[in-house]
């Protein structure tokens, strides 16, 4: 059990990946805070990397050692139950641990619909460390010759299907739209590279896989596709922590804040990254937006402890990137909002690029480790309007409901 001390400020950190240990590393830096972060694994993963780890060709961790400031505490352990009214966590291994606040920013994971049949049993999810681990030990009985098909056209599923293809596989894409979050420049850019890497793409509104077997998937034209493995990229889901614990949350399971990213039911916690619904609007889950509100959520607890006012969310989105192999990619230019522009730069030059924002990523936050203060972030996306435009759809479905009674 930590002690309080007036002295001494004890934040903790529930969730090390990128917004967590930003958060941490920004915390670490202010004068009489001490900080704890929570985490079930030793190493830092890379989750932007976990397809390159399925085929064996990057490891997608990092040492915690070289990333987190000297001020922060690493606890390898789980987080079970806050206990808001006590400002106490309650960890997998029994012990608790007391704080004066917490930054709660657990990240997302995925799993596969119940209501696929055989989906459960038989699909791999590729969204955390484990699962890429499971695929990647799969891979390892799956001949090189035979099939695997990928289902979903998202950037996980783009970069899952080009990673193996160039690695010899015999590669499948079954989705309703490729790069449905791209621009039409930049769907085409993937498309070719795909295209070129060998990969079969079964696409278009009508396509729903409608079951898993261990040797094949069903679509509900009733098709039958043979594959020896099959890796689902669709659906998102957040732990259940936050809602198990009273929390609110919205629907997903996300904790919903205010802009501060302050939650909604106690001012000592506070949101960030993919577990965060700030006015039950979240942002895109990416590491692009976990990591400014890392530091945004870090800014608020510091704000609190000063008993200056907390600033809200501001953070702009630049761009997608997404890899179709080691040889190619695509970096679709965005709106503050993140609404695909028509620019986009494809090819080798793609690939170099997504290259460098992922080296980028891991050297910014061991920066900030080193150096508090120093991560900057786009802001200015138009937050305001999104907020607006949200509660008029609101606004307009009420009053629908309403005459329909």
């Given at each position: ?135 990647r030990s799969r891979l390892q009985d799956v001949p090189m010759s035979a099939p695997v098909v990928v289902v979903g056209g ?197 690939a170099y690029f997504k290259e460098q924002v992922c080296r980028a990523t891991i050297t910014f936050l ?40």
């Amino acid at each position: 059990m930590t002690e309080r001390t007036a002295q001494n400020t004890h934040v903790v950190v529930i969730g090390g990946g990128y917004a967590g240990v930003l958060a941490a590393n920004r915390l670490q830096g202010a004068t009489g805070v001490a900080v704890t972060l929570i985490n079930p694994r030793p190493a830092f993963v890379e989750r932007i990397r976990l397809h390159q780890l399925a085929v064996g060709n990057h490891e997608a961790t990092a040492a915690y050692e070289t990333m987190l400031g000297a001020g922060v505490r690493l606890l390898v352990d789980g987080a079970e139950y806050i206990d808001a009214d006590i400002r106490q966590v309650q960890l997998t291994s029994g012990d608790v641990l007391d704080y004066d606040y917490l930054v709660y920013a657990v990240g997302s994971t995925s799993g596969v619909p119940a209501s696929v049949p055989g989906a459960a049993e038989f699909a791999y999810p590729l969204s955390e460390f484990e699962q890429a681990q499971r695929l990647r030990s799969r891979l390892q009985d799956v001949p090189m010759s035979a099939p695997v098909v990928v289902v979903g056209g998202g950037l996980t599923g783009i970069e899952a299907a080009g990673e193996l293809a160039e690695a010899g596989r015999n590669v499948t894409l079954v989705t309703d739209v490729v790069g449905a979050s791209l621009g039409v420049g930049g769907r085409r850019s993937v498309v070719k590279a795909l295209t070129k890497l060998g990969v079969s793409i079964i696409d278009g509104p009508e396509i729903l896989v409608t079951g898993v077997e261990p040797d094949a998937i069903t679509l509900a034209d009733g098709n039958r596709l043979p594959s020896a493995a099959t890796v689902w990229t669709t659906g998102f889901g957040v732990p259940g922590l936050a809602a198990a614990s009273g929390l609110r949350t919205d629907e997903l399971g996300r904790l919903l804040t205010d802009e501060t990213l302050t939650s909604v039911d106690d001012s000592h916690i506070v949101a960030a990254g993919d577990a965060a619904a700030p006015s039950g609007i979240p942002l895109r889950m990416s590491c692009q937006a976990a990591g400014p509100m890392g530091v945004q959520a870090a800014n608020t607890v510091l704000a609190r402890i000063a008993g200056t006012p907390a600033q809200p969310l501001n953070q702009a989105f630049a761009g997608q990137c997404v890899s179709g192999g080691r040889n190619a990619g695509t970096v679709q230019l965005c709106h503050s909002d993140d609404s695909p522009r028509r620019v986009f730069i494809g090819g080798r030059t793609g690939a170099y690029f997504k290259e460098q924002v992922c080296r980028a990523t891991i050297t910014f936050l061991a920066k900030e480790g080193r150096k508090p203060g120093s991560y900057f972030w786009f802001k200015g996306g138009n937050r305001e309007r999104q907020l607006a435009e949200a509660r008029r759809e609101s606004y307009v479905g009420a009053d629908a409901r309403s005459t329909n009674n």
